[in-house]
């Protein structure tokens, strides 16, 4: 009976992972991003960069779109904190303080909603984003300021980490 409950019920679980459900695009989004800083759909047809990801090309309507890896310098257009999740995973995170999402206006490409990595960030600034396999195994992208190195595998890892989106987050024992 207890065990039942706790597969209905998030809060009664030990680990919670982030939402792992995607549209099989965002699935080939995500295998996709396995590797590489940020892989996004191009258009072999009109050269169109597509995001989110889409069967068609959303200007040219050719089924011809494929990844490759994609300059990922942009401007960030907004940026929101969030007090308050109805997600377990964020739930338990938000206990430290809110968390931070963004719009990105990326170079020459489409606008994407992104976490916000460590650093100071404003309306205007000059970032970058990278994707990141969580841990659903799911792509997400995370803007970081232009000074950040995101060269190495390494670097990218250290910010997940700070971030705390690697690892399943655990109920606080006692709570
Ligand atoms: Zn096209």
């Not at 841990?135 to 980490?161: C, F, G, K, W, Y």
Request: hydrophobic share 40%.
């Amino acid at each position: 009976m207890r065990k039942r409950l706790k597969l209905n019920r998030p809060s009664l679980r030990q680990r919670a992972r982030p939402p792992r459900h995607r549209t099989a695009s965002g699935a080939r989004f995500s295998a996709a991003n396995l590797s590489g800083i940020l892989k996004l759909q191009h258009c072999t047809a009109c050269q169109h960069i597509q995001y989110p990801p889409a069967e068609l090309c959303g200007v040219c309507l050719a089924d011809a779109l494929v990844y490759r890896d994609t300059d990922n310098g942009g401007t960030l257009l907004a940026q929101s904190d969030l007090h308050h999740s109805l997600w377990e995973y964020f739930k338990r995170r938000l206990g430290d303080g809110p968390w931070s999402v963004g719009t990105v206006q990326l170079d020459g490409g489409p606008t994407m909603i992104v976490h916000l990595g460590p650093g100071e960030m404003a309306p205007g600034d000059r970032v970058q984003v990278f994707s990141h396999s969580d841990a659903s195994q799911s792509a997400v992208l995370i803007a970081v300021p232009d000074s950040v190195d995101l060269r190495t595998r390494e670097a990218r890892r250290a910010i997940v980490l700070a971030m705390g989106l690697n690892a399943p987050a655990i109920r606080p024992t006692g709570a």
